[in-house]
């Protein structure tokens, strides 16, 4: 039987990575979009230039259920070093798309599948000129064939070339042909052979389709960021190749200088380094690293959390510890961004879910970390980053205006009754009022430093004015509470004894696990997290259920552990659903782990 | 624990061109032992910028960790300083002139602190070639820890534990020359007359200004065994060249014989004039410049005075080409594109 | 009214830095020592090197109890600089000893103390020839005075003189020129004035007055550690200092060669990478540091923690956050230390309380961490480090023999029976086998990384793999809580409702007030931590109390999150009582902060 | 995924010394980009290994993070191997040296690794003088994270992207020599006659012994405008002399003219026969050894062959007189002093 459906399936490529496969597939995803079909595309690729497999998953759903689903009902299987992974892990009833040019092994027999052989090679040999071209258009074919497959309007797609390549248009043409040759194999060969349908959809009117860091970078274009520094490393490089991209194109004078400054560091000690010292000058700094970077900052974040500098430290997760899986995803950085640093020491983290976010918090977290004086980590991760997600179109208030905290200019100096002092709590909310280097001839200097100080900026081993100041910070601490982004709160039913906490991306996947568990008569309260400290919400939220599922992607439930010592929970209330092998988690892994642990609940005679 | 020097002004006291007094230069008093050589650095700087009649708020101290790190609070009191962590001075100098282009930018670093763990950043900041004076007070120890031999110290050289340095040193300056310093200067905290100018000099430079000044640490490593301590130096030292360092818009009075010396013309209009001795070197070319540097470290004597100078090299922001208003003082509707134009943006990705 | 009593005061030195009184100071303490009198000095330096005011505490409690006390019975004020505050600070019927070169204010009018004016200049410039001399000796000149004061024999400080310059005798004679000057001065101008006195006693028959860094030396010299980078920190230098002294005696060959590599690096991330590369190729290891350092140090422990190399770091803790307040003490790196790293990682960590312990814990993180092939960080802190402590003598078993854990030589190699993998669960522990570098010609070779690796090694981007590796590394997590040392706890009463947990140098401070609360009739029960992971004894200790007071020296209550996080604890049960401001916590603080506590408990009718 | 090559052996391939053929010393299948100069350089470390007849097992080979980093998985399949982090493999190849003096290091990092965030240990592994082999392979680019400029990458170079580097370039044989080194080298991975040789010499010498091979990333940086290319670096390439490398125990046949070759011998009584051209440089001397560098730097052409050597330094081991027994392999006996010293030393604290 093969499996049918509308608008709701997943396909897998397998492609070898460097041979061009990834704008191949990128179109096709595009293409589903434009037809407004929901799409989620999740690249699985190697930590690796050149040769290595690469897998590019779309998941196709009417209903907008956009988490990773898990399993594949097509596949287009044209890398010959997985080929035979591929095939296996097909669903029943799935569809198998390869090049003719190889002709199948013996053992691969599956009787519950649909073999559709495209002569990929021998096409682009006999129909594409340039030798050079055959390779990168070879993907090309495969799209067209799955257009027809599909039913999907030919004209989304070329469309989709056109504007791609709109200005050059020259190299239109050969992917156009390239697609046409495709979708006219699969009409002559595989008329009627395929039942997964894609249909135009009025789901996507307004959305976009965009990767979180792309939306980061603008966040921090529109958020008024003048200085980066910063020092590649995957998946966090592509936040500051954009942020150039469109500082090159909106961030020029009359004479073409940059109203930016972005310098690519030795090391993320450094790179974090310029973004504090640039804080510090007065300019919004940002950085934006991985793991092994966050590691690296640990001494500078502790001194920025000390002398309070303000800083934006976006960290692109991916799956650790140490070197790790650099090209998966994962939320594991959490505890140690919560308290990076020796002594006592935490810092403000955002957890945005979608592109929108990505822009929005990263915009909203200079404003934080200029109010808070003190480093706010926007913790996006790989699968947000690098993936292309469907997301409200991002928007900009024209009459907001920046918040620049708590600064005193040259006028507010010479103003002030009584002495100015850089660590007084004037206004007892645990911030002070800082100056800008060079504000004023004779008033507002003072030295910053992580070793200890008074209220005066002046060195001091004194203990009492060391804790009076450790015990400031901890009231900044409380004030930041009101600051950070409430947690997105959903009372399905009021009564309900179950709530569930997730946050970033395992969002999509955790909202449509709920559903599920809801369509079983399971009803479970979500919470999604959005920063860091807790708000009273937080803890109000948990309190009002017997169990709270708390899921994430990690091994050792990260988050769970700051709820419980931040919100003072019990930890029996709060069960870890957790995933980490580094792919991004699927909604049947969370219903599947929730449902388990309800049976084993109920046997252990609690009531439901 | 630090106080701030008695406010008291004397009426008579001199006043430089914008008519502040030395006094306006000073910061709190010195926590450091009785005869460091930091001390008179510190007392370099002041002259220096006095003299060079600098708006002190429009000074940023910079520095990293350890007893000379610590000198900032002692020099320029109306200036803002970040003392930082051990190392890092370079990346958080960076970043601070990158926000703002206007300030003079004045590091100041140990040899612990830039040669041993700060050497990458210390490296790249001069590959970057920031707009700075990085001044190392370099003593050849660790002095706040008590005393270790930093990577300065000369093979051989034994301070107050009576141990030898086990391994070669590093000349900071010739490293620096190597990746491509503008300016390049030794001095000995003891010789103020040649130090005074050396800063005055890498204060107008516009780029990166190394001054490695050796300046002995009176308590761990001024020993008659130590290569930093101030008998060996006074013994040993030996000068590129004398110079005069005329800041712009002062009149030349001198006239100089032809032949004998060179001038340099800084990017205000400052000028240095080079009175070249016998078989000096070309310090204007990095190649001899260097190669003096080796032959004086095979005589085993010390190379002071600037020791090259480059005045056509680019400073980051210029190869950055960034605009010329300081980057913190734009606001919105300089930074920030509107929504108009986000939608605009957007839009590609439909 | 004079205060009055025997063994049983505190004694203040107030001096400046540099000066030469910390020697004279400690040869007070130590002759007390040596009446058998328990004395526990704290040396209060600041971060600089000469001129700033320093104080030295001494305690002295025939009860043996040698926490901080708090405040000050008896003062030496020889410092200009804080003559005011020192004389403020005294205890009411105190005694204020001061030079009287210098002649006290108007201001100085308190009449319930007693004045002891000693002209130490004068007598130094008079009797004192070598005018180099005349300065150190002044310090001589008042412990010789307070001798007599105090009723000291006077034989046990001109012993230790004597001890002390037993290679340089010609030094010993003008010190105790001063003390005899200071002792007769005293004998004939205040006869009966001071009525605290010290009398022999003997109660430290075996004891050793020592320095925790010293025993971690020596914990390392037996323990057979035989490479160290390192980079100089405050308060953990003194370890390497002492390591290179005996080893520089008791680690040469015949020829006066090294048996020992030790290597002042150019930075606390090579420090420890030394220690890892020699870890690897099967030397044992250690680097010592302080908070700055363990900032630096988390990018290579996330290293340790996945590619399981074993490590010992000591780590002395200073007062933070950032540069923080370096001569100062707290417990503050727990969090950190714990989960230092991005991803998924978990430290051991031991929590020496003494010097013996620092002896023992070094020697035995080395088995340790070779039988758990992961990084093993010692607790200890600036005032354990830094300061001496009257303990137990040190010893050591010579039929034991080092646990080198899981290592294959080239026999066993030769004689396994199936494939060796690298990273192969064999025993089921959680823990594999490993080989040093250049054991076989041709088998247990691997390439050893911190990206992810399969069983054998091999690098791998297979999820279920790296989730394999990830679950196998949290079973060993399981098999380390039955190898750290068990917690040491103390029933009062089986039925009692509250405990107390402590650890490291909160421990005299914390048994101290806790028998003053026994007095008052408040049983409290007492587990006293020594390693994490906790085992199921500190859970079930904690599981069988009402509320339990979790005491330590950190702002955020570390080590109560630790507990709730990794043993399921109810926050509300664990009771925070925090010190923080970088002096040594008192038992007086304990006490009221618990008395506090269970009136407020009270108070809202909870019952005791 | 990665994959050891058939174990099938060929009986008449040719055999060393010790009797091992080539094979023995490969390791698994490369999956670095076809083309990649990193790969010709695995193969010059696996013919000179071979060639040398070096135990395989005798060998570690070390690296840090880096499409160059990655390569130790893809020779010498029989050693030992530590694939650290991003470019801190120094402090780790230190450690290792430490606790095993017999074992040959051999270090590869890459111009990311080594020259940004690995400067520091670069420099201070050198200024240890550790006996190790130290390989740059230089592509003027970061490969792995898909083509960033690195600090090598010299001025107006440009890559696939299209962008001109903007910040001079480092020499790193320049700052060894400048730090202390007693083998520098440089060689590139197109030339296979020149590179064996020199890795062969430099695995011979004792001590810090660097090779920085230029190396192509056909990827991202083989463009016409980039200096790091194939073509660029065979039309700009120059030697410093042509030498012979001839092993300890090998009969030297050849006779050389006088005063045209210089002989240098290594510790193990291999020796190095320097040919000199009109106009050489004097390499056994540091002096010229880094004129010569700056004089090619200003001439805009590429010095390679050994640019210095100096056979007569100590190494971390020497320096630190330790005994002549690898330390991890003391035994209790050797290390720990037992109770009755104990006892003797706590009597002390009494
Ligand atoms: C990360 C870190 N490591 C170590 C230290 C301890 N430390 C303070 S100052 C210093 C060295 C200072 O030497 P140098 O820079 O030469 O300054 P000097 O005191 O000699 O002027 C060290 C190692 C620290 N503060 N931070
Ligand atoms: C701490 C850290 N920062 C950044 C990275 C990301 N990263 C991996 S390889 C690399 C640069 C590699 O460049 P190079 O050393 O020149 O090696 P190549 O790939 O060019 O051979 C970087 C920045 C990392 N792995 N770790
Ligand atoms: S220890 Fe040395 S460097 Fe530090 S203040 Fe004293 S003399 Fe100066
Ligand atoms: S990206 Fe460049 S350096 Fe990396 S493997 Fe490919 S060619 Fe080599
Ligand atoms: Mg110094
Ligand atoms: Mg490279």
């Known amino acids: 039987m093969k499996l049918e459906g509308i608008n709701d399936f997943v396909i897998r490529f397998a492609n070898v990575n460097g041979s061009g496969s990834a704008s191949a597939n990128a179109l096709f995803a595009k293409s589903l979009f434009r037809l407004g079909v929901p799409v989620s595309p999740k690249n699985i690729f190697p930590s690796n230039i050149q040769g290595l497999p690469t897998w590019y998953e779309v998941r196709i759903n009417e209903k907008g259920n956009l988490g ?48 559709i052989n495209i002569p990929l090679t021998q096409i682009c040999n006999r129909e594409i000129e340039d030798p050079k071209l055959r390779q990168l258009l070879k993907n090309i074919v495969y799209v067209g064939a799955l257009a027809h497959l599909f039913g999907m309007e030919f004209s989304v797609l070329t469309d989709s070339i056109l504007s791609q390549y709109k200005k050059k248009p020259k190299l239109a043409e050969p992917n156009i042909k390239a697609l046409t040759l495709g979708f006219e194999y699969a009409a002559t060969h595989f008329q009627d052979t395929c039942k997964l349908k894609v249909k135009r959809s009025n789901k996507l009117t307004r959305h976009i389709l965009m990767d979180g860091n792309t939306a980061t970078a603008l966040g921090a274009l529109y958020g008024g960021a003048t200085v980066a520094g910063w020092y590649p490393i995957t998946p966090s490089t592509s936040v500051i190749e954009a942020f150039d991209k469109f500082t090159s194109q909106y961030r020029l004078d009359d004479s073409g200088k940059k109203r930016v400054a972005i310098l690519q560091a030795e090391d993320e000690l450094t790179a974090l380094g310029i973004a504090l010292g640039a804080s510090w000058n007065g300019a919004r700094a940002f950085t934006a690293t991985s793991g092994p970077g966050i590691s690296l900052m640990n001494e500078f974040l502790g001194l920025a959390y000390f002398a309070e500098i303000p800083v934006v430290l976006i960290d692109v997760q991916r799956t650790g510890p140490s070197t790790g899986m650099p090209t998966r995803t994962q939320q594991s950085d959490i505890l140690l961004c919560a308290c990076a640093s020796h002594g006592d020491t935490r810092h403000v983290l955002l957890f945005p879910c979608d592109p929108k976010e990505c822009f929005e918090m990263t915009a909203d977290g200079f404003d934080l970390a200029e109010r808070l004086q003190t480093p706010v980590i926007i913790m996006s991760d790989l699968d947000l980053g690098m993936n292309d997600h469907i997301c409200l179109p991002l928007e900009w208030d024209d009459t907001r205006t920046y918040d620049r905290g708590k600064v005193l200019d040259k006028h507010q100096l010479e103003s002030l009754t009584g002495k100015w002092g850089r660590y007084l709590d004037k206004d007892g909310d645990g911030i002070c009022y800082r100056t800008y280097p060079g504000t004023h001839q004779r008033l507002g200097s003072y030295v910053t430093r992580g070793s200890s100080h008074d209220e005066f900026a002046a060195y001091t081993e004194d203990n ?14 409380q004030t930041a509470k009101g600051l950070v982004p409430k947690p997105d709160i959903k009372l399905t039913d009021t009564a309900a004894d179950y709530g569930a906490v997730f946050f970033g991306t395992s969002t999509q996947a955790s909202h449509e696990a709920i559903e599920t568990l809801g369509s079983q008569g399971i009803t479970i309260n979500t919470m999604r997290l959005r920063g860091f400290p807790f708000q009273d919400e937080v803890k109000a939220f948990i309190d009002r259920h017997k169990t709270i599922f708390v899921i994430e992607q990690n091994r050792d439930g990260q988050m769970r552990t700051l709820l419980i010592s931040e919100c003072g929970i019990r930890p029996d209330k709060l069960v870890s659903i957790t995933h980490f092998d580094g792919l991004p988690v699927t909604a049947g892994h969370i219903s599947y782990s929730i449902e388990q642990i309800l049976k084993a609940q109920m046997q252990q005679g609690g009531a439901q | 624990m630090s106080s701030t020097r008695p406010g008291f002004r004397h009426p008579d006291l001199p006043k430089n061109d914008l008519g502040y007094t030395r006094r306006d230069y000073e910061g709190a008093a010195s926590t450091l032992c009785a005869g460091c050589g930091h001390d008179s650095i510190s007392n370099a700087i002041i002259n220096a910028c006095y003299e060079l009649a600098l708006e002190p708020s429009g000074i940023a101290k910079m520095s990293g960790i350890g007893c000379s790190s610590k000198t900032p609070a002692y020099f320029l009191g109306k200036s803002h300083g970040f003392n930082s962590v051990h190392g890092r001075m370079p990346s958080i100098a960076t970043g601070a002139d990158m926000a703002n282009r206007d300030l003079v930018y004045i590091g100041v670093s140990g040899d612990g602190d830039t040669a041993s763990i700060g050497m990458g950043q210390f490296i790249h900041v001069v590959r970057r070639n920031l707009n700075m004076v990085y001044i190392v007070m370099n003593n050849g120890c660790y002095g706040l820890t008590k005393g270790q031999d930093s990577a300065t110290a000369d093979r051989g050289s034994a301070g107050k534990k009576g141990r030898q340095s086990l391994f070669e040193s590093i000349d900071l300056c010739e490293l620096a020359i190597a990746i491509g310093a503008g300016f390049v200067a030794r001095g000995f905290s003891g010789d103020k007359e040649q130090l005074v100018p050396l800063l005055k000099a890498a204060i107008t430079h516009k780029g990166f200004a190394l001054v490695d000044v050796i300046s002995p640490c009176v308590t761990f490593n001024n020993t008659t065994t130590s290569t930093k301590s101030y008998q060996w130096v006074r013994d040993h030292m030996e000068a590129t060249a004398t110079f005069d360092f005329i800041p712009p818009r002062k009149e030349i009075t001198t006239q100089y014989e032809k032949g004998t010396t060179q001038s340099v013309t800084l990017h205000d209009g400052g000028v240095i004039h080079l009175h070249k001795s016998d078989g000096s070197v070309d310090i204007t070319q990095r190649r001899p410049a260097i190669d003096a540097l080796e032959l004086y470290r095979e005589k085993g004597r010390l190379l002071t005075g600037i020791l090259h100078i480059n005045e056509s090299l680019k400073d980051t922001h210029d190869i950055l080409e960034t605009v010329e208003t300081p980057l913190n003082s734009l606001a919105e509707k300089e930074l920030c594109p509107g929504n108009q134009v986000l939608q605009q943006i957007i839009e590609t990705y439909r």
Chains 1, 3 share one sequence.
């Open chain 1, 68 to 115: 990773r689903r898990g399993g594949y009902d097509f596949i287009v299987a044209v890398n010959g070093q997985t080929l035979k992974r591929d095939y296996e892990g097909l669903a029943p009833g799935g569809y198998f798309m390869y090049d003719s040019a190889r002709q199948l092994p013996a053992d691969f027999a599956r009787d519950d599948i649909t073999l």
């Open chain 1, 464 to 477: 009492d004015t060391y804790q009076r100041i450790m015990v400031r910070l901890g009231k900044k601490w």
